[in-house]
């Protein structure tokens, strides 16, 4: 991959709806726990790729975490 495909791919995952939803637990919604594990691992590890910041995946959700 190039640079121009992975900042192509993490627009993607910045654009997929279901990485901004609340944080999913195992015990309401399992599959969407999966889904958002995996958009923020690939979006985290494109981002370490390039040697950019890396995008608070709390704060896009809306999340207090401190």
């Known amino acids: ?3 121009e495909e992975i900042q192509k791919r993490i627009n993607e995952i910045l654009a997929d709806e279901r990485i901004s939803y609340k944080s999913a637990n195992l015990y309401t919604n399992g599959p969407l726990v999966v889904i958002q594990t995996s958009l923020a691992t690939e ?3 494109l981002q370490r ?3 950019v910041e890396l995008t608070d995946i709390h704060k ?3 999340e207090d975490f401190k």
Request: net charge positive.
């Open 43 to 45: 979006l985290h590890t």
């Open 49 to 51: 790729v390039l040697g």
């Open 1 to 3: 991959m190039n640079t």
């Open 60 to 62: 896009l959700r809306g």
